[in-house]
């Protein structure tokens, strides 16, 4: 086994694997390309794992690694923030909540933002038939549909990562093509097949996206009442 492979054993313990609350984390964690993956951990006074961070340079955003983590403590907080981030780097940070106030003290913050996470039950999918729909598989070989017209993408839904249990979907419209039902018909479309791969969808955005947010109810998704404090961060030199 590789070091990061024996490190994922450990991380397990930590992480609910079969929970949308843990689906992202698990994701970056667990089944993100090793190769671009780095993974530190934390252990306490008796030598058991009590938090970890994952570092990973992902194909969103070459030059900005996703950084998420668990911790059991502040003090278990602050001491992986050091172990992981290089001081003066910049990096995209996903955290659940009660790691806010130790992030904002050890990191310095900008483009904060509130997430909530959306997952949708296969007895609560609404399906929706529109000849317009396509398959189209992505750059990064991840499944996805499209309209197109003309020779232009006007609505399409993706997958932007997939584990063993769920995977997180992207929705996007060009804002004259708005008003139809091609978001929820495409949506829909790449839900239909994430259901019959036994894969439970999940959906990430902000609370001030109601467009959007209307799109993945209407086909079945639902409000777990997760929530993923996000932002911009690089850590000080001083620290």
């Known amino acids: 086994m590789t070091d990061i492979d024996v490190k994922r054993t450990y991380v397990q ?11 992202l984390a698990s ?4 089944h993100h390309n090793p190769e671009r993956t ?3 951990l934390h252990e306490n006074e008796s030598g058991q794992t ?3 961070l994952v570092r990973a340079h992902t194909g969103m955003d070459l030059f900005t690694p996703t950084v998420t983590m668990r911790a059991k403590s502040d003090q278990a907080a602050a001491t992986l923030f050091r172990m992981g981030l290089i001081s003066n780097r910049p990096y995209y940070l996903l955290l659940p909540p009660e790691l806010e106030a130790v992030a904002s003290r050890e990191l310095e913050m900008t483009a ?19 000849a317009l729909v396509q398959p189209h598989t992505g750059a990064n070989g991840l499944l996805g549909f499209i309209i197109r017209s003309k020779g232009r993408t006007l609505s399409s ?3 932007i990562w997939q584990s063993q249990y769920f995977a997180e979907i992207s929705v996007s419209t060009v804002p004259e093509a708005r008003g139809r039902g091609w978001g929820r018909s495409v949506v829909a479309a790449l839900v239909n097949e994430l259901v019959h791969r036994r894969i439970r969808p999940i959906y990430v955005t902000t ?3 109601p467009g959007s947010i209307r799109v993945a109810q209407t086909v079945g998704f639902v409000d777990t009442g997760t929530r993923i404090f996000s932002g911009s961060a690089t850590r000080p030199s001083t620290h």
């Open 13 to 23: 313990s930590i992480l609910s694997t079969h929970s949308p609350a843990d689906a």
């Open 27 to 30: 994701y970056y964690a667990l």
């Open 38 to 40: 780095s993974l530190f």
């Open 50 to 52: 009590d938090g970890f």
């Open 112 to 130: 904060l933002a509130k997430l909530h996470v959306y997952c949708l039950e296969s007895k609560d999918f609404q399906h929706i038939i529109n």
């Open 157 to 159: 839904a993706r997958v």
């Open 207 to 209: 609370e001030d996206n």
